[in-house]
């Protein structure tokens, strides 16, 4: 492998097994950036490792994995860490009167208690050297929410307000917060997706039956998941920039959809935002 010059900034990325993150730990290295890859599965870590990463295993719904993985990360950099990018989180489709508790309890422990948790774990150290980056891998559908998505609807509202009030906090202290809002995005999202729908929908007793089984065929079509479905790359651009900007901007819309969405959201009604949601799910799980 050929040797690349290190710009000097190290970052920890979460949910590099495919997908965005892996697509963002390549761009960075390729900018000179040292990269601390993470995966929650040993296997994805062995695949990193193989490609040259210095990867960790980093399980977000594991406290002690979180701990484990800041000690090997700080150990990797030398005890300083320029930018953490919190990427790592999965979808769990389902109507809201069918997640359980526990469904809803194992959304949140990945998408938001596990980041917080890391997070939360890491500030310390950039407080202590004067500067740091903190970018959040949000969604559109923490902006918007549609039909069949509300614990991952949830799971990023939540991110996004708790990320306002982080920024808030951090004012001044010379670490950066970054929103990132990304629509669709090419990525085995909708495979691990239907994945956690098998495991946590009792379908055939459902009230939503009939839809589920549309849904399905969705969840399972190969191709763009949605219209104006963008590679990772798009992804990459929009972290390069909060990552090397004097002033990074608070939130980074990706795709159309997110552009959208975030416009009709301060025009619309919330009646008419609702019939457009709407006939956007009919039109989706035909």
């Known amino acids: 492998m050929t040797e690349r010059k ?18 963002v730990a390549r761009g960075l290295r390729e900018r000179g950036y040292q990269i601390i890859a993470s995966a929650r599965r040993q296997e994805d870590v062995e695949k990193l490792r193989h490609e040259g990463f210095s990867a960790i295993r980093l399980d977000l719904d594991d406290s002690e994995s979180i701990r484990q993985a800041v000690r090997e990360t700080l150990t990797i950099t030398g005890g300083g860490l320029y930018a953490l990018f919190n990427n790592g989180a999965y979808g769990q489709p ?12 194992a959304q949140f422990e990945s ?3 596990g980041t917080v948790e890391l997070t939360n774990q890491l500030i310390p150290v950039m407080r202590r050297q004067g500067f740091g980056r903190i970018l ?24 996004e307000g708790i990320t306002d009030t982080l920024r808030l906090e951090l004012h001044g202290s010379g670490i950066h917060v970054s929103l990132i809002e990304p629509g669709p995005i090419e990525s085995r999202f909708r495979a691990n997706a239907f994945a956690m729908y098998k ?48 002033r990074p901007q608070p939130r980074y819309y990706v795709t159309v959809p997110t552009w959208l969405f975030g416009i009709l959201r301060r025009l619309l009604s919330t009646r008419m935002l609702d019939r457009v949601l709407r006939m956007i799910s009919r039109g989706e799980n035909k």
């Open 6 to 23: 290190s710009n000097g900034k190290s970052i920890l990325i979460s949910g590099c097994s495919s997908g965005i993150g892996l697509c």
């Open 94 to 105: 389902g109507a809201v009167e069918d997640l359980s508790r526990d469904t809803l309890r």
């Open 111 to 113: 998408n938001l208690f």
């Open 136 to 159: 959040q891998n949000s969604s559109v559908l923490g902006i918007i929410s549609l039909p069949y998505r509300g614990a991952y609807n949830a799971s990023k509202y939540a991110l």
């Open 199 to 246: 495991k946590h929908i009792d379908a055939e007793h459902s009230a939503h039956r009939d839809t589920y089984r549309r849904m399905e065929k969705r969840l399972q079509k190969a191709g763009p998941a949605a219209p104006f479905t963008l590679p990772p790359e798009a992804v990459l651009k929009k972290v390069i920039h909060a990552l090397e900007s004097p």
